[in-house]
């Protein structure tokens, strides 16, 4: 699986970045997408999941203001951004898992290169 993410780049706070990202390959082995992101300094977190069925999960810091969507057409995630915070600011990297609800980063096994995203104040 090669997963190609786009979408990051500059922006103030208050406003919106959509992040893409399109899975090629053994995708038939993908069950659930995800986007986590790595602020300097900091661990990689999770961000938001979806599966196949189109279930979904977020972390609570962007509850309300992210939503995760896939269209399956197009082997491609998406991620809608609104009413960014300085604090969103991080290398957003989007990732495939085999299992049907991944709740864990060890779940996870193919990751894209990570689409910079940043909020100025």
């Known amino acids: 699986v090669q997963l190609q993410a786009s979408g990051g780049g500059l922006v103030q706070a208050g406003g919106s970045l959509l992040l893409s990202c399109t899975a090629s390959g053994t995708i038939f082995s993908i069950n659930a997408m995800g986007w986590y992101r790595q602020a300097p300094g900091k661990q990689r977190e999770l961000v938001a999941t979806i599966t196949s069925g189109g279930r979904t999960n977020y972390a609570d810091s962007v509850k309300g203001r992210f939503t995760i969507s896939r269209d399956s057409a197009k082997n491609t995630v998406y991620l809608q951004m609104n009413s960014l915070k300085p604090e969103d600011t991080a290398v957003y990297y989007c990732?495939?898992?085999?299992?049907?609800?991944?709740?864990?980063?060890?779940?996870?096994?193919?990751w894209g290169q990570g689409t910079e995203v940043t909020v100025s104040s």
């Open positions: 990732a495939s898992s085999g299992s049907s609800y991944p709740t864990l980063i060890h779940e996870y096994n193919f």
